[in-house]
């Protein structure tokens, strides 16, 4: 049945484009009706509705990010009922970010720096589509930044290695939720009020 009425209401919505379509013609002189026809059907967002997680409803801002910091927390905190849990790959990984974060690298440790291929091949792969960063550099703007530029980038991330030191600046992000539509969770629902 519900299968049938989504067909029947599909089928009207595209009745409706036909008929508008028509009235617009086959050269119109401006794209204005248009453009004002597709405006008026795109959905409005009025942010993250509220979500009910483990019996409970999270209906501020704050809630929500702080229901999803918990959760993130959760996500990569050490359980040590988790047979699949390796503590000497953790203790193995957690000296050598230690070592970075101190300063500290071994004598003999040989450091490779990044080469400006290398650094121009990354910056070809961006993706321009995607949002920019604290700083408000778009990737956009990075892949046409002149090769002066490029190197003084090149030479503050080889600096980096050689010191061992990642800047304050550097290990900040904003983590921004988006709900998606299609996705079902068992355990975190979003509801509207």
């Known amino acids: ?27 119109p002189t401006n794209s204005t009706a248009f453009w004002r026809k597709i405006n008026m059907h795109k959905r409005k967002s009025n942010g993250i509705k509220t979500i009910e997680f483990e019996n409970k409803l999270y209906c501020t801002d704050f809630e929500k990010a702080n229901l999803f ?3 993130m927390a959760n996500t990569f905190k050490e359980d040590s009922n988790n047979h699949n849990f390796n503590t000497d790959f953790k203790r193995d ?44 550099i ?18 503050l991330f080889n600096q980096s290695i050689l010191e061992s030191k990642i800047p304050e600046n550097w290990k900040k992000a904003e983590i921004t939720m988006i709900q998606k539509k299609t996705m079902i969770y068992t355990t975190l629902k979003v509801t509207d009020l």
């Open 69 to 71: 910091s918990n959760i």
């Open 138 to 155: 778009s990737n956009k703007i990075i892949k046409n930044l002149p090769e002066q530029m490029k190197k003084t980038i090149l030479n």
């Open 1 to 27: 049945m519900r299968d049938t009425i989504n067909k029947e209401i599909e089928a009207i919505e595209n009745n409706k484009w036909d008929s508008f379509l028509k009235s617009v013609g086959d050269k």
């Open 93 to 136: 990984i957690t000296n050598k970010v230690n070592i970075t974060l101190n300063g500290n690298k071994p004598e003999n440790e040989i450091v490779k720096l990044i080469s400006m291929k290398e650094l121009n091949e990354t910056i070809k792969r961006l993706n321009t589509k995607s949002s920019s960063g604290l700083d408000g």
